[in-house]
């Protein structure tokens, strides 16, 4: 199967049935306004700050040094959906901590002035190790789960596969 992303994890905290498309590589279609927006805020609200780093099914926005501490953080667009933000982000300071780089991690949310501290402990990674291995078996199945409506639904670029 695909490798399990940062992305891959923001979904399995909003639509496991988005997380078997996304796996299985079905292209959603393009034209969705919300990507736009996003785009449009994550590039002028940090653009002195801003640096986006990539590494091995990682790609987060911004990793600077705070007192004795190193930092990532990600910039998201509204904290509606802090939960899955949360895991994402959590995410990527686990794998950091199994290369053996301990960081600590925050979410800016420039459109609502927020910060969110983000520490992984015990709890975020058994949290993250069940959601690791249920995508596993989600992904091995023919077929995704079925569609359940919800807020997101409005906004997913794969609103036509499920209710159309
Ligand atoms: S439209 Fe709704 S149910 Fe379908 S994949 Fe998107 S979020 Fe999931």
Redesign the pocket.
């Known amino acids: 199967m695909k490798k399990i992303t940062g992305t891959l994890i923001w979904y399995y905290f909003?639509?496991k049935?988005?997380v078997w498309?996304m796996a299985h590589e079905i292209t959603p279609f393009q034209d969705d306004p919300f990507l736009e927006i996003g785009r449009i805020i994550h590039e002028y609200s940090y653009s002195r700050e801003k640096k986006e780093i990539e590494a091995e099914s990682m790609k987060f926005d911004i990793v600077k040094r705070k007192d004795s501490d190193f930092v990532i953080a990600e910039i998201k667009k509204s904290s509606r959906f802090l939960e899955p933000a949360l895991m994402q982000l959590a995410f990527y300071l686990y794998k950091l901590d199994k290369q053996g780089l301990k960081m600590k991690g925050e979410l800016l949310i420039p459109k609502e002035k927020k910060r969110v501290k983000v520490t992984l402990n015990d709890e975020l990674k058994r949290k993250l190790e069940d959601a690791i291995s249920h995508i596993k078996e989600l992904v091995k199945s023919e077929i995704p789960p079925h569609?359940?409506?919800?807020s997101?639904?409005k906004r997913?670029a794969?609103?036509e596969?499920?209710?159309a």
């Open positions: 909003v639509c049935r988005e498309f569609p359940q409506k919800i997101f639904c997913c794969y609103n596969f499920c209710w």
